[in-house]
């Protein structure tokens, strides 16, 4: 009955997690106590042997009373835990514990329906329990679980084709190689709830790491922990299902910060929190690599999380699906501020992205939302502040398919950036200021990069007449290190870098360590340089590409290795990696004993790559003798480092021994502790080794380096690698745009096999400027030298036209292929652009750096025409002369030119007047030489000094100059010189030993120029010279007749400063002289009443003289009067005040044939006399007059 009944609450527990969330494991699990069938246990005994006593000797439950410690002495035979074989059997630990003191684990349950309740497990070896019965169903309840290890799988929990139910449970620092707490396998089923995970000591994978079956998460946390790899959960293969979680505080040293997943995965995660989750490399908190299945978020809050690329989520492939979810504050360093997604249909709906960011803005492209070939629909969401590199903020595509509605972006720059993608964007869109940029392009094939200088010492330890029965090159120090590729198909990589490490110590004598990592992600089909369909696994031609394309190699510092990611930010480090310029094919072997050509590339180029097929060792693989031998017909799967052979290695050491003896020896990729320290044997006669099957590869490949050309720039039109060759194509061609000056240096392609004739013209900007030919020295890449170097310059056209065997092309890169540029040709003369086809020849141009020239010339300080010239050497890269060339010196706007002799020197003269002064020399290169151009100072010192002088009239102020000689020196005493002022010359005297001479300023006041002349070289050097009056303030008077209006002057003294009172001032007013004195404040003024008119004034002091205007203006105005005889009318007389305004209430004399009569002027100051004069055609003159002021007007009379 309880084993049915446990079935049940299982199967219900199961179906109600997957499809809503689970209620209180309380009322899921079924409490087995029943006092009838309870062993009360003796508190005496307390260890592994006791404990085991009286668990054989319970019923159906167990109840402790005390703690069990492991005891080596009495325990020895519980080392791999105490077998608990019981079924329907509950262990109560009624909260002791049982501690395996680090020696031994606790439990092997066989049994079915076992329970763990209110139980301490701590110190574990090699795990805490495992659960091994298949089909059983197993309970932890109220269980901790902490400070357990495991060197095989997990330091807590071990399940196999069973299932679990776990409830109110701790596992706390734990740690095994798979998982830290538990481990369970494909026919698992998995439901933890109300549990806490927490890390301590770091482990390589997760707390929970399953392979297949299915996995419920509910109500539990992930805290404080640190791994390598998927810190909480990771899976590959089955059904995972994370509810109502909380994972805090999670770091990962690689990928997938919080949760893995791979392979075939159904992923939901449903009202979860994500807080401060770290990556050092792909995927924050999900790292999702699934070919079928999909991941689904909802109601879920991402915060603070960081990773590389993806601080939220990276996914490769499959379907990913957002709903109603919050990322706010989280940061990639490279690209993906939240999400990563690469070939995967992604589908956002009512989600909010907040001040999400990418440290490395200043990438050329990507965002905080990275979306790469795929369909991708964002819905109903929000985006403010989100920012990512310079051509992408908040969303960013590339070959993908967007459609956005009814989204909401501000403050995030770009709200969308896309490369080679489409867009379906609705109306209901809002993008405030955000900016929207689509359909752009992005060509980068061209690699601009100073490679490591390689010295070449040809390191070859060994010598042989004949090939040796038994060579290996580990003997000879020329293999680097065994690595470990771990859980990833990067096998191609560690054989590539394998090969290439060996073939560089052959070489240079210098082990060096490259980045796998990078090998391996560049050339996947999640890197736009990659190549499409390769998602781990390669070929062989796939690490040749990354190599011959200038990829790298990298050292593995810049990119370690990750056996989880699979995305590596696109390294260019100028003196980091080394260019590969030369490969050597193989050709498959004809038999088993057709070993020659491999044999002799070993000696002489190194260890290289070679495929095999891997699987199925037990059954050909003997695991003593590290020897495999596989007679079957399956197609190769692992790529290996061939470092050797032994002829006589004996056929009987293989499982199932060969038909001859003779082996390969062979450095895998699976850690030192695999095969003998990570090498093996390989029979000749393995039929998956490079035999002609068309299973295999057509060649394998050695690198060769004996070309030490220090090439800046690869101009390729080509990525990923090479696909095959064309016959159809004897001609092929690129065509290429400078991106500085350079030289066209070598070309390099591909040729199927050696002694193939070849032919080649290079063009530039039109015109055939160079052609070779040659036969092929091997089949491989080869890149040819020119015998003659070719210059360009920035942006010129240039192309080169191959005839060859056979055109070696690209065409599955993820590279977009540019039309015109790359063509193929049956007969050279009718081409077709080859982009049409999504295809590319390779056919790359390496050029170096024009060879520099050193112009040399050094600032000049000078006196006026001493003779000094200008001087320039010009010298090659070497530092020797280069005669007979032109230079250009510029110089104050005038050019010239002048040819170096033999000594590379050149000059010209300086007879500049003073002043500071920019020459430029330039050099225009020819042949192989650069342009140059350097620019220097010349200062031209003057001979004359003066200064500009500012003097009060007739002060003691003199001018002074001093005259020097070419080298600075004054001129003697005595030495007439020659001053010119308004074009008076005067002749004076150098007085004493500074080169000083004098002239004395008796100018009046006014400002004029000064020249000084010298004696010896004509220099003339000028100066200002400000006379200032003493009579100053003066200024024109305007007034009217008698107000209070006077002419005022000040007076200076001879220091410039206001004289006191008493000084005499004289005034002169046509001829009128008045002497005034100043008062106190230095000033003198006159009374100026004076008739209306206009008068010149000229005040005068000490000789010092300044005039001024004075205007009068007259109070009285009136106009002349013409009356009809017999009729009464007026005259009248319009008086104004001092200042202009009418002046009332005053008396105004009128005087006609003397007679005088009175008048008083009314508001508007007029003053009115009555005419009643006269016969017809009388005149009378009528005069004004008014306080001394007197007009006169003109009265007629006419009928």
């Given at each position: ?1010 020249t000084a002349y010298h004696p010896f070289n004509n220099q003339t050097h000028s100066n200002n010279i400000t006379v200032l009056s003493r009579v100053i303030d003066n200024d024109d008077l305007v007034k009217y007749y008698r107000n209070g209006s006077q002419y005022v002057v000040t007076i200076l003294g001879a220091d410039g400063k206001v004289v006191g009172a008493g000084e005499n001032v004289t005034f002169n007013i046509n001829g009128v002289m008045y002497t005034r004195q100043t008062n106190e404040s230095g000033q003198a003024k006159l009374n100026i009443n004076l008739g209306p008119g206009n008068y010149t004034i000229t005040a005068m002091y000490n000789d010092c003289r300044v005039s001024n205007n004075i205007e009068v203006l007259p109070v009285l105005f009136a106009e002349d009067l013409v009356k009809k005889y017999g009729i009464s009318d007026q005259f009248k007389a319009l008086l104004v005040d001092g200042q202009g305004n009418p002046f009332p209430n005053q008396n105004i004399t009128f005087n006609i044939n003397g007679v005088f ?43």
């Amino acid at each position: 009955m309880i084993n049915i009944n446990k079935s049940i609450v299982f199967s219900l527990i199961l179906l109600i997690l997957l499809t809503v969330s689970a209620v209180s494991a309380e009322e899921n699990i079924t409490d087995f106590t029943t006092e009838g069938n309870l062993l009360k246990v003796d508190s005496s005994n307390d260890n592994f042997n006791d404990l085991n006593n009286e668990i054989n000797g319970s019923l159906n439950e167990l109840k402790l009373t005390h703690d069990y410690v492991y005891d080596e002495g009495n325990d020895i035979n519980f080392t791999d835990g105490i077998n608990v074989s019981k079924s329907n059997f509950l262990l109560d630990g009624n909260g002791y514990s049982i501690d395996g003191n680090g020696k031994a684990r606790i439990f092997n349950i066989i049994g079915n329906n076992v329970t763990l309740k209110n139980l301490i497990i701590k110190n574990a070896l090699n795990g805490a329990v495992s659960f091994v019965q298949p089909n059983a169903e197993y309970y932890l309840d109220n269980v901790t679980i902490q400070n357990s290890s495991s060197k095989y799988a997990s330091g807590g929990i071990e399940l196999n084709a069973t299932n679990l139910v776990v409830n109110n449970s701790k596992f706390i620092s734990n740690t095994g190689t798979k998982s830290s707490d538990i481990f369970f396998n494909e026919k698992c089923n998995v439901i933890v709830l109300n549990s806490t995970f927490e890390g301590g000591i770091e482990s390589k994978w997760s707390h929970i790491y399953f392979s297949g079956g299915a996995l419920i998460v509910d109500s539990s946390t992930f805290a404080n922990s640190r791994s390598s790899y998927a810190n909480a959960i990771y899976g590959e293969d089955g059904r995972v299902t994370v509810r109502n979680t909380k994972f805090r505080n999670l770091t990962v040293l690689n990928s997938a910060g919080a949760i893995g997943v791979k392979y075939a995965v159904n992923l939901t995660v449903e009202d979860c929190e994500f807080t401060n989750i770290t990556s050092g490399k792909d995927g924050g908190v999900i790292f999702a690599d699934i070919d079928q299945g999909y991941v689904t978020i909802t109601n879920s809050k991402f915060h603070g999380c960081f990773a590389a690329f993806g601080s939220a989520v990276m996914q490769l492939r499959a379907e990913l699906n957002i709903i109603n979810s919050t990322f706010e504050d989280n940061i990639a360093m490279y690209d993906g501020g939240v999400l990563w997604t690469s070939y995967a249909d992604v589908s956002i709906e009512n989600s909010t992205f907040k001040r999400n960011n990418v440290v490395k803005e200043d990438l050329e492209i990507g965002g905080v939302l990275y979306f790469d070939k795929g369909d991708i629909l964002i819905k109903g969401s929000t985006f403010i502040d989100n920012h990512g590199s310079n051509k992408g903020d908040a969303v960013f595509t590339y070959d993908s398919k967007l459609t956005l509605q009814n989204n909401t972006f501000k403050d995030n720059g770009n709200a969308l950036y896309s490369v080679f993608s489409t867009q379906d964007i609705a109306e209901d869109n809002k993008f405030n200021n955000d900016l929207v940029s689509v359909n752009n392009t992005f060509y980068a094939t061209i690699v601009v990069n100073d490679g490591i200088e390689l010295t070449l010492i040809n390191n070859t330890p060994y010598k042989f007449d004949t090939l040796p029965d038994k060579f290996n090159l580990k003997d000879y120090g020329l293999v680097g290190p065994v690595r470990d590729q771990g859980n990833m198909g990067a096998c191609w990589t560690f054989a590539t870098s394998g090969a290439l490490e060996s073939a560089l110590l052959k070489a240079t004598g210098k082990l060096y360590n490259f980045s796998q990592d990078n090998i391996q992600n560049t050339m996947l089909q999640y890197s736009i340089y990659g190549v499409d369909g390769i998602l781990e696994g390669a070929q062989q031609s796939t690490g040749v590409g990354y190599l011959v394309n200038w990829y790298g190699p990298y050292p593995t510092d810049l990119d370690r290795y990750d056996e989880l990611g699979k995305v590596s930010t696109h390294i260019n480090m100028a003196n980091e990696s080394i260019h590969v310029q030369d490969v050597v094919f193989f050709p498959a072997r004809q038999n088993a004993t057709d070993n020659y050509i491999f044999k002799k590339a070993l000696m002489d180029y190194g260890a290289f790559l070679v495929a095999i097929y891997a699987g199925e060792n037990s059954k050909y693989y003997n695991e003593t003798s590290a020897a495999r031998y596989y007679n079957g017909t399956k197609g190769i799967n692992h790529a290996v480092t061939l470092v050797g052979w032994d002829d006589n290695y004996p056929a009987s050491n293989f499982l199932n021994p060969p038909s001859g003896d003779g082996a390969w020896i062979i450095k895998n990729s699976w850690g030192t502790e695999w095969g003998d320290e990570g090498y093996f044997y390989l029979s000749y006669y393995d039929t998956s080794f490079n035999t002609q099957n068309p299973q295999q590869y057509p060649y394998y490949a050695a690198y060769l380096f004996n070309n030490t050309v220090p090439y800046n720039k690869n101009y390729q039109a080509d990525a990923g690698q090479l696909n095959n060759f064309v016959d159809q194509y004897k001609y092929f061609s690129n065509t290429y745009t400078a991106l500085e000056d350079d030289l066209i240096a070598a070309v390099g392609t591909y040729f199927d096999s050696e002694g193939v004739d070849y032919e080649f013209d290079i063009y530039v900007n039109g015109v055939l400027k160079h052609t070779q030919n040659g036969v092929s020295p091997f089949a491989g890449y080869h890149t040819i030298k020119l015998t003659q170097y070719i210059p360009i310059s920035a942006n010129d056209t240039f192309k080169v036209v191959f005839k060859n065997s056979s055109l070696p092309f690209e065409s599955n890169s993820r590279h977009h292929h540019k039309e015109n540029v790359s063509f193929g040709s049956v007969d050279g003369v009718n081409w077709e652009d080859l982009a049409k086809d999504n295809v590319t020849a390779i056919l790359k141009v390496y050029t170096i750096p024009m060879e520099s020239v050193i112009i040399q010339a050094e600032d000049i300080v000078m006196y006026y025409k001493n003779g000094t010239r200008f001087e320039v050497k010009l010298f090659d890269s070497q530092g020797n002369p280069f005669a007979n060339e032109n230079i250009t010196l510029s110089i104050n706007g005038v050019s010239y030119n002048r040819t170096t002799d033999e000594n590379g020197s050149a000059s010209i003269a300086i007879n500049l007047n003073p002043g500071n002064y920019t020459c430029s020399v330039s050099y225009i290169g020819r042949e192989n030489y650069t342009n140059s151009t350097v620019e220097n100072t010349i200062t031209v010192l003057s001979t004359i000094r003066g200064n500009d002088l500012v003097k009060i009239f007739r002060n003691e102020s003199q001018y002074y100059a001093t005259f020097l000689d070419g080298q600075g020196n004054p001129l003697a005493e005595g030495t007439n010189v020659t001053f010119n002022i308004n074009g008076v010359f005067y002749t004076r005297q150098v007085n004493g030993s500074e080169g000083k001479a004098k002239l004395n300023i008796n100018l009046e006041a006014g400002k004029y120029v000064i020249t000084a002349y010298h004696p010896f070289n004509n220099q003339t050097h000028s100066n200002n010279i400000t006379v200032l009056s003493r009579v100053i303030d003066n200024d024109d008077l305007v007034k009217y007749y008698r107000n209070g209006s006077q002419y005022v002057v000040t007076i200076l003294g001879a220091d410039g400063k206001v004289v006191g009172a008493g000084e005499n001032v004289t005034f002169n007013i046509n001829g009128v002289m008045y002497t005034r004195q100043t008062n106190e404040s230095g000033q003198a003024k006159l009374n100026i009443n004076l008739g209306p008119g206009n008068y010149t004034i000229t005040a005068m002091y000490n000789d010092c003289r300044v005039s001024n205007n004075i205007e009068v203006l007259p109070v009285l105005f009136a106009e002349d009067l013409v009356k009809k005889y017999g009729i009464s009318d007026q005259f009248k007389a319009l008086l104004v005040d001092g200042q202009g305004n009418p002046f009332p209430n005053q008396n105004i004399t009128f005087n006609i044939n003397g007679v005088f009569y009175q008048r008083t002027t009314n508001d508007e100051g007029y003053a009115a006399l009555n005419i009643r004069l006269g016969s017809p055609n009388d005149s009378y003159i009528i005069t004004s007059s008014f306080n001394g002021t007197n007009i006169s007007n003109k009265i007629t009379i006419v009928d």
